[in-house]
């Protein structure tokens, strides 16, 4: 069994940003995407990919944006991902650009993989996604595909464009028609995204943003990566369903693609149980809830699924070995 693909917010935020400015609903669609809106407050937290690639097509549907990738992604750079763009657009090349993507894309999207093959004149930027035939995985891939070609372009120059582009999926006549791709070869129906470009263009550097677009990016704030084994992916996946009402075996069991039975053997086999992960979820929910005075334990109880006060007293002690009122005023909240 698999670890859930998870994504950090920061990848919806770039989608967020162009729906706003067309005057989409983005609460509306982000709720039915099991993604509370308060999460992204902190862009840095995850969620499971389906969630982020479900939100995308609800989004797109809802308002009629069949190319909504390319739309995000022209309007965007690295520069947008938070402190993991930052770390690329940091490279001074566009090979250590690349290679770092490659190296390092886990750190924020644990369902993708990114690969660079050079041959001989010419050079194979792949980028393949985990399930890449759910909800929304056209949109993702296509902002995708923006931001390779974006990076490329800073390097090479505004007039370039690549010199072939391989996609998965059907033919796509409107893609064609984009300014963008006319006399680029297209190849459909390929089992991963793939750009080719001259080699050559590696060694070049890549030219920093405009001072007016830097202004406009977001603060970058703190960042954790998402979990890569199947009991903190798990945990993560809790975590970003808590304010969308709690989170149960069932939840955890549809995220995985499998059944509770299974998923129970499974992490009986690694030592643990879903009642432990749902567990951990909610105690690292409550370490930040419990830091806020104005918050009451029981509305804390409440809010992370709890039946009352002492349910939640007694699961959070089984991990802290204190009652939450004894861990608030411990890390220095309260009388």
Not at 123 to 131: A, D, K, N, S, T
Not at 263 to 277: F, K
Not at 286 to 308: C, F, H, N, S, W
Request: aromatic fraction near 8%; glycine fraction near 8%.
């Amino acid at each position: 069994m698999k670890p859930v693909p998870l994504v950090q917010l920061w990848a919806l935020v770039p989608f967020l940003r162009f729906l706003r400015e067309i005057g989409a609903p983005v609460e509306r669609w982000l709720e039915a995407s099991r993604i509370h809106p308060d999460l992204l407050l902190t862009p840095s937290r995850v969620v499971p990919l389906a969630f982020a690639t479900e939100f995308a097509e609800r989004a797109a549907r809802a308002e009629g944006a069949e190319t909504l990738g390319i739309d995000v992604g022209r309007r965007s750079a690295a520069e947008d991902l938070g402190p993991w763009g930052r770390r690329l657009a940091a490279c001074p090349t566009l090979y250590e650009r690349a290679r770092t993507s490659c190296e390092r894309i886990s750190e924020f999207n644990t369902g993708e993989s990114i690969g660079l093959e050079v041959d001989g004149a010419w050079v194979r930027l792949r980028e393949r996604v985990e399930g890449a035939h759910g909800p929304g995985w056209r949109h993702a891939q296509d902002f995708t595909l923006m931001l390779i070609l974006e990076a490329v372009r800073r390097a090479a120059g505004d007039g370039w464009k690549p010199s072939a582009i391989f996609l998965p999926g059907p033919r796509r006549t409107r893609f064609e028609r984009d300014e963008l791709f006319q006399e680029v070869k297209i190849v459909y129906e390929s089992p991963e995204l793939q750009v080719v470009f001259p080699a050559a263009l590696l060694a070049r550097p890549v030219v920093g943003l405009p001072a007016a677009r830097a202004r406009q990016m977001p603060a970058a704030g703190a960042t954790s990566a998402p979990a890569q084994d199947l009991v903190g992916s798990l945990e993560d996946s809790a975590m970003a369903l808590l304010p969308c009402g709690g989170a149960s075996a069932h939840d955890l069991a549809e995220i995985a693609h499998t059944s509770v039975r299974s998923l129970q053997r499974r992490l009986r086999e690694q030592g643990t149980s879903l009642r432990s992960v749902l567990d951990h979820a909610r105690f690292r929910a409550a370490e930040q809830y419990l830091r806020d005075p104005a918050a009451e334990v029981t509305d804390i109880a409440l809010d992370l699924g709890y039946g009352d006060s002492t349910a939640f007293a007694r699961a959070f002690r089984r991990i802290a070995g204190v009652s939450p009122t004894t861990y608030r005023r411990a890390v220095g909240v309260g009388p």
